[in-house]
């Protein structure tokens, strides 16, 4: 516990996971509000017009709170990781500077007419706001994918020493944005956040109609919410699939620690339930003989790269990945087996009336919040002990100055912040959920203005 290293590596590994509570959600729900006021200018149906503004208010709340947890990881790199900030600063601080120039403005300058531009502008140009905070957003995952990407898989840089430093340049920008692990993280990453702002429409949905209460709302809101959230399933099994397929090639440590592969060979079992010894490493529980060597290659006969042989100073925290990577897998399984079965009983018209599936709704919020917050877990554990893949270690990358009674104090101090944070969210969530909306326009002009509002009747 009096080891600068491990106390920075601990600070940022809970204000970024603290952080990514909120990206995931004001991502997703970007997409469902342009959808739900996208709805309502095409059927004129007011209670689209609803579900829009009283999202609305939810991710203005969410965007808040994003925004403030996120400042805090870029001081840490001068603070706690002066050393790597020297070394790579010229390559990651480009992608993090056009987030901040092509996305977060774009999203926050838009965002004070999406919040309170509903009887100030036109549905027209109100619509246009909501599609370019939502684009806005994802612009924002996209630099920021490519930010960690780099530090997975580094391209376009060459290495050089300036005054006895080693530092990388960039060679080629665009090498650096499409370097081999972009497109398969970022839309893995994004089939996330769907699936993120879809359970949050679904669970505060579910828990109106259970409470009995907007049930037209709730009905619409969970309708919309399972299509979206089938949208962003089938994306990240796609992605998910061709993500671990690559890292084969570009860290088989990660992967064999993953899938738990110990020996090198052929004909490699994919592991679904059960555990791992801590001293053999030997797997107890349901596998599907050869089955991840078919997976992974399409073949049961080319070998896969095993931890026993990679250096011992190379493996990552075995253990660690390999169970954070199976409950991600279950989570997302749980998940999937979820929304079919609602899609199917909204089908057979049996949706709304059942209690019990209505309830899994209401905690299914919970799945992808899991799920994202191990899948970092697998991705950033899984690249140790580099910080940035085959060029910087971690343990070389912290401030060299920095002592155990500095970061012990900071860590203490985000601590108490992000507590203190966390409550003001649940209890401005929880009080935005209980009122609820409110009233509904009763009916419009020609341009899509309310012209009556009267209570939203509950049931």
């Known amino acids: 516990m009096d080891d600068p290293e491990f106390l920075s590596r601990l600070q940022f590994a809970i204000t970024i996971m603290f952080h990514y509570i909120f990206p995931p959600m004001t991502i997703g729900l970007g997409v469902l509000l342009v959808a739900m006021e996208g709805i309502w200018l095409k059927t004129k149906q007011n209670i689209y017009h609803q579900l829009a503004k009283f999202w609305t208010q939810i991710f203005g709340l969410i965007f808040a709170l994003g925004v403030a947890t996120g400042i805090v990881m870029e001081f840490q790199f001068g603070t706690n990781w002066a050393t790597y900030s020297r070394c790579v600063?010229?390559?990651f601080g480009s992608p993090l500077a056009a987030e901040g120039i092509f996305a977060f403005f774009l999203e926050s300058g838009f965002l004070a007419l999406l919040l309170f531009g509903w009887d100030k502008v036109g549905p027209k140009m109100?619509?246009?706001s909501s599609c370019m905070v939502a684009l806005g957003a994802h612009f924002s995952a996209i630099w920021i994918i490519v930010a960690n990407s780099w530090m997975q898989t580094p391209a376009g840089y060459k290495l050089v020493t300036e005054n006895g430093?080693?530092?990388?340049?960039?060679?080629?920008?665009w090498e650096v944005v499409f370097n081999p692990s972009t497109v398969d993280r970022l839309t893995h990453a994004l089939s996330g956040?769907?699936?993120?702002?879809?359970?949050l429409v679904i669970?505060?949905?579910a828990w109106y109609l259970l409470r009995g209460k907007f049930r037209d709302f709730g009905e619409k809101g969970i309708k919309i919410g399972l299509i979206f959230g089938l949208i962003g399933l089938i994306g990240m099994g796609l992605t998910g699939d061709s993500s671990a397929r690559k890292l084969v090639e570009t860290q088989p440590e990660k992967f064999a620690a993953m899938e738990g592969v110990v020996e090198t060979g052929p004909d490699l079992p994919l592991h679904i339930v059960g555990w791992m010894s801590p001293e053999t490493?030997?797997?107890t529980g349901i596998s599907?003989?050869?089955m991840l060597s078919y997976l992974t290659h399409g073949n049961t006969t080319t070998p896969i790269k095993g931890l026993n042989d990679i250096p011992k100073d190379d493996q990552p925290p075995f253990l660690i990945v390999f169970y954070s990577f199976h409950i991600m897998i279950l989570v997302g399984c749980a998940l999937a087996g979820l929304i079919l079965l609602s899609l199917l009983a909204w089908k057979q018209g049996w949706l709304f009336r059942t209690k019990w599936l209505l309830w899994l709704l209401v905690l299914s919020v919970l799945g992808p919040q899991i799920a994202n917050q191990i899948g970092w877990c697998v991705a950033e554990v899984g690249r140790q002990p580099w910080i940035v893949y085959g060029i910087l270690r971690t343990k070389d990358a912290v401030s060299p100055i920095l002592t155990s009674g500095e970061a012990i104090s900071s860590l203490i101090m985000f601590?108490?912040?992000y507590m203190l944070l966390f409550s003001f969210f649940i209890y401005q969530l929880t009080h935005k959920i209980l009122k609820g909306p409110k009233v509904i326009e009763a009916e419009t002009d020609d341009n899509g203005h309310g012209k009556l509002q009267v209570p939203f009747i509950n049931h």
């Open 288 to 290: 599907i003989p050869g």
């Open 203 to 205: 669970s505060v949905s």
């Open 89 to 91: 600063g010229d390559i």
């Open 193 to 199: 956040c769907w699936l993120a702002g879809a359970t």
């Open 126 to 128: 109100h619509f246009f």
């Open 281 to 283: 490493h030997e797997f």
């Open 165 to 173: 430093q080693l530092r990388a340049h960039i060679t080629d920008f």
């Open 415 to 417: 601590f108490c912040i």
